[in-house]
C-alpha cells in the first residue's frame, strides 16, 4: 500500500512569538501536518514544548493532524495529556519505555495513532514483535535534541530496511524521517522509502513557506 507523500513542518524552528499564525501559513502553503518536538532537558539535552502548546494550537483553528514526536523519559505519563490537548500522532523512542507494547497501547486507548522513533544508533530489532500496532514508524537522520542539523547519509540505507519491513508487514504504516530534510535531499530520501518529511529550518525562516514546499514537491516527482 502506498501513501501519499505528507510534508510535516516542524515548529521548533517556527517563530514561537506567533506561532498559531505561522501554522497557519505553512499550512497555507501547501504542508500536510504538523510536526511538533517534545523535549524535556532528561532524555535530549533541550527543553521545548509541552501540551498546553498543543492545545492552543487547535484552540487557534488548527485543524490538520498534529505529529507529536516524545523525546522524553518516561513517556506513559505524558501521552494522555498530549491525546487530550490535540494529538494525532504520538510517537516515541524505544529508549524512552520501559514496556513499548504497553505505551504503543496506551497511545491508542488514548485515541490517537502510534509510532516508534529511531535514533541514528537505535536497532531496529525493536520492531519485530510490535508491527500491528504501529501507525507511523519515524527515523532520525540526526542525533535528537536541536533543529538545524545536517542529515546523516547512513539514514538511506537503513530507510530501506524499514521500507523493506512495512511492504513485507502487510500493514499501512507511514515512514517519517526527521533532521536535515531538505530540497536539494528529499528526492533520494523518498527514493529509500519515505513518505513523511519532516523540515524545519528548510522552512521556517525562509521568506516564501510555499516556494520551498513546492521546490520540495517537484523534486520528490522527479524520482516518482
Known sequence: MKNENWIAPSILSANFAKLGEEVDNVLKAGADIVHF???????VPNLTIGPLVCEALRKHGVTA?????????????????FAKAGASYITFHPEGSVHIDRTLQLIKDCGCKAGLVFNPGTPLSH??????????ILLMSVNPGFGG??????????????????????????????????????????????????????????????????????EMAKVG
Do not use: C, W
Request: charged content about 30%.
Open 65 to 81: 493532524p498534529i505529529d507529536v514526536h516524545l523525546m522524553v523519559e518516561p513517556v506513559d505519563r505524558i501521552v494522555p495529556d
Open 37 to 43: 518536538d517534545v523535549m524535556d532537558n532528561h532524555f
Open 127 to 136: 520492531l519485530d514483535y510490535v508491527m500491528d500496532k504501529l501507525d507511523m
Open 149 to 218: 542539523q545536517s542529515f546523516l547519509p547512513s539514514a538511506l540505507g537503513k530507510l530501506r530496511e524499514v521500507r523493506k519491513r512495512i511492504d513485507d508487514s502487510g500493514f499501512n504504516i507511514r515512514l517519517e524521517i526527521d533532521g536535515g530534510v531538505n530540497g536539494a535531499n528529499i528526492g533520494a530520501i523518498k527514493a529509500a522509502g519515505a513518505d513523511t518529511f519532516v523540515a524545519g529550518s528548510a522552512i521556517f525562516g525562509k521568506p516564501d513557506y510555499k516556494a520551498i514546499i513546492d521546490e520540495m514537491r517537484a
